[in-house]
């Protein structure tokens, strides 16, 4: 007996291990995949950043972890039927009516390209939508006694979307894994490229002034200087000088600001290194009465809580969100 249990615990040690290494070894793959899409976002910058693959290892590996503890917090999968719409608080919130919801599914080409597979009876997407709260009188009791015209906050969804329906909600994850790891891409390359773009604009705007000064002070040596002046509408040669001298002066303050690739990696990096600067993903608990305004009372701990999560990205974008979980008739019809 005291045999078969040390051997046992030798196979239950093997299969551990042999599990790790198997995790370890998809760890490795997922990671490696990830540098390889953040190489292929970063192209219009630099042609090849193979030869930093090692020093972008650690920065996407950080930017991986927080990204999937950031979806972990993204309340869901919830079910996003019509049929469920006057029995679920977030439903009703987000959506007018049944038929509303109804419309979001029906109109939906990528649900519906994925339910056109026999084999797919639900789907998984990102449920998002803007917030929009505003101030309206209404009545309530304070103290016992009924008020009047009283200030309250009404909150409103609008412009709801589903994003990467996926036949798994593992698929959705990762999905929303390659969204946020692209969005902390392009909020790099976004900078870099305007930054090239503004050079290019002041040195073509230097270049085509540069050549009409040129020509106005050729004219006033030839002929055409005893001809009407109907040149008015020109700048004349001092101010002209003087409006090359400041867009030199703007070409040479951007000049310090540089966008090589060496310049482009140290950002990526320190944005790769540090996600939460950019994008964060907090969970939000609102209680809404029947019209949709906010409970802040004591009354409000009986009344069922609307689970969100607010998703931020770099003060230009604000949204809620929430996982949904999607039924083959509730798209197509029964």
């Not at 039924?327 to 019809?333: I, M, P, Q, S, V």
Request: proline content about 6%; glycine content about 4%.
């Amino acid at each position: 007996m005291a045999l078969e249990c040390i051997i046992d615990r030798f196979r239950s040690r093997i299969s551990q291990w042999r599990q790790g290494r198997r995790l370890k070894r998809q760890n490795g793959e997922a990671l490696a995949q990830a540098i390889d899409r953040v190489i292929k976002v970063s192209a219009p910058v630099v042609c090849s950043l193979r030869d930093c693959r090692r020093d972008l290892r650690s920065p996407v590996d950080t930017a991986l972890s927080y990204i999937q503890q950031a979806i972990d917090t993204i309340p869901g999968p919830v079910p996003l039927s019509p049929e469920y719409w006057d029995q679920d608080p977030l439903l009703k919130a987000l959506f007018v009516s049944p038929d509303e919801l109804r419309s979001l599914l029906a109109a939906d080409p990528r649900l519906r390209s994925l339910f056109a597979q026999p084999q797919t009876a639900r789907a998984f997407a990102l449920l998002t939508a803007t917030k929009m709260e505003r101030t309206v009188f209404g009545t309530a009791v304070e103290g016992g006694i009924g008020m009047r015209d009283v200030p309250q906050t009404a909150v409103e969804f609008h412009d709801l979307r589903l994003l990467d329906p996926a036949p798994t909600e593992a698929a959705i994850r990762c999905a929303l894994e390659d969204r946020a790891l692209n969005a902390l891409v392009t909020q790099v390359l976004e900078r870099l490229l305007q930054l090239r773009a503004l050079k290019d604009k002041l040195r073509e705007h230097q270049r085509i002034l540069s050549i009409q000064l040129r020509i106005q002070q050729t004219q006033a040596h030839s002929l055409e200087g005893l001809a009407p002046d109907d040149h008015a509408a020109e700048p004349a040669a001092p101010a002209g000088q003087q409006v090359l001298a400041d867009i030199d002066r703007q070409i040479q303050d951007l000049a310090a600001e540089s966008d090589s690739p060496a310049e482009y990696l140290r950002q990526l990096t320190a944005v790769l290194n540090a996600p939460q600067e950019v994008l964060s993903v907090a969970p939000i608990v609102l209680r809404l009465n029947w019209m949709g305004v906010r409970q802040d009372d004591a009354s409000a701990a009986c009344r069922p809580g609307i689970h969100l999560a607010e998703v931020k990205l770099h003060n230009r974008l604000k949204r809620v969100a929430v996982l949904v979980l999607i039924a083959r008739e509730d798209c197509l019809g029964r």
